[in-house]
């Protein structure tokens, strides 16, 4: 399988008051077409600035040091902006947890949608361009669209807003998206009807896409292969059956266990402790003040792990992934 997108050795840095933030610290990860993968990771772990970088959306102080970002034989890293541009909105789309960051507030939806078709299918004339927005939002579960075209953002619920940002994101059929926590401001029924929407685009457009979202459940719902990160780096990766049933990073193990079970009603066990400071990171494993396995062992304080082989296609940054916890 040649990946649809290769992050290889990414690091991304915030120049701050304070000192210098490594967000991201050597992320390496890829994703095939109309594959899902699932990110997840504790609240800092340097999901979003991945996925920001990767549509080359990192500003000052953030900054790119260090690694490349290949989409489909291309490295979006050195693109010129306007070349960027392009591929951005046409062949990966992005979905925001908030849609008022993707939606213009005093604009008419229907006026955006068509405005994003437009801006990379400039022949496409006004009827086509209407016609497209109507069968879109129609698509995306919005119920009378006709009606709907001509209405404000806010005239919108928050679950039609999504579906609106969701619609605007598939207009031009991207080859991958990129979803960032995109249900994680609905309740619980809406979140299951947008969530059935992007297994729906991968089915029908073959989109492949990124799916980042703290619930373990929504990724062993959707995502082919799944990429467990933290404090910057990704700590697992693999087929996310294989990991979920064997997990070989501690923090993978112990992300798994403090999520509530789905058939007994268990209490939620959460990881003792919290991450680093990435003002300071710690010289060897970052998990290691937190982990049951570490227990002070030399390497795990002075080495930073790097991620090897551990089964066919299955990655684990642990010093001793053989060892059960
Ligand atoms: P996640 O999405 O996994 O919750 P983020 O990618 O948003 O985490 O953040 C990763 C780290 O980068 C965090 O420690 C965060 O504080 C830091 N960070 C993100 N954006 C900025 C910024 N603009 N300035 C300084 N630090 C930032
Ligand atoms: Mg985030």
Redesign the pocket.
């Known amino acids: 399988m040649t990946p649809l997108l290769t992050v290889d050795d990414l690091a991304v840095e915030?120049a701050?008051r304070d000192g210098v933030?490594r967000?991201v610290d050597g992320v390496s990860l890829q994703v095939g077409p109309g594959e899902i993968l699932g990110v997840v990771?504790e609240?800092?772990?340097?999901?979003?600035?991945?996925a920001m970088s990767v549509l080359g959306l990192i500003r000052p102080?953030?900054r790119v040091v260090r690694g490349s970002v290949r989409f489909d034989g291309e490295d979006l890293l050195t693109l010129p902006a306007r070349r960027l541009r392009r591929i951005r909105g046409r062949r990966i789309a992005m979905i925001f947890q908030d849609p008022m960051t993707a939606l213009n507030p005093v604009v008419p939806v229907g006026a955006q949608i068509a405005e994003a078709i437009r801006l990379h299918q400039p022949r496409l004339g006004r009827a086509a361009v209407r016609a497209r927005v109507l069968e879109l939002l129609a698509s995306v579960g919005v119920a009378d669209p006709a009606a709907r075209y001509g209405r404000h953002p806010h005239e919108y619920s928050g679950g039609m807003r999504q579906r609106a940002m969701i619609a605007m994101a598939l207009a031009n059929e991207p080859d991958l998206l990129i979803a960032d926590e995109p249900t994680t401001a609905l309740d619980v029924t809406v979140q299951s009807q947008v969530l059935a929407l992007l297994d729906t685009a991968r089915r029908e457009a073959g989109a492949a896409a990124v799916l980042i979202t703290h619930d373990l459940g929504v990724i062993a719902e959707l995502a082919d292969r799944v990429a467990v990160?933290y404090a910057?780096r990704v700590v697992e990766h693999g087929d996310v059956h294989q990991v979920f049933a064997t997990p070989r990073h501690p923090y993978t193990r112990g992300l798994l266990s403090s999520r509530p079970r789905l058939e007994a009603a268990g209490d939620l066990v959460p990881i003792p402790g919290s991450p680093p400071d990435?003002l300071a990171p710690p010289p060897g494993c970052a998990f290691e003040p937190r982990c049951a396995l570490a227990a002070g062992r030399a390497a795990c304080r002075a080495d930073r792990p790097e991620p090897v082989v551990v089964a066919a296609g299955h990655l684990s940054a642990c010093h001793f992934p053989e060892e059960p916890v």
């Open positions: 915030f701050t933030v967000a990771g609240s800092g772990s340097g999901k979003s600035v991945t102080p953030g990160m910057g990435l």
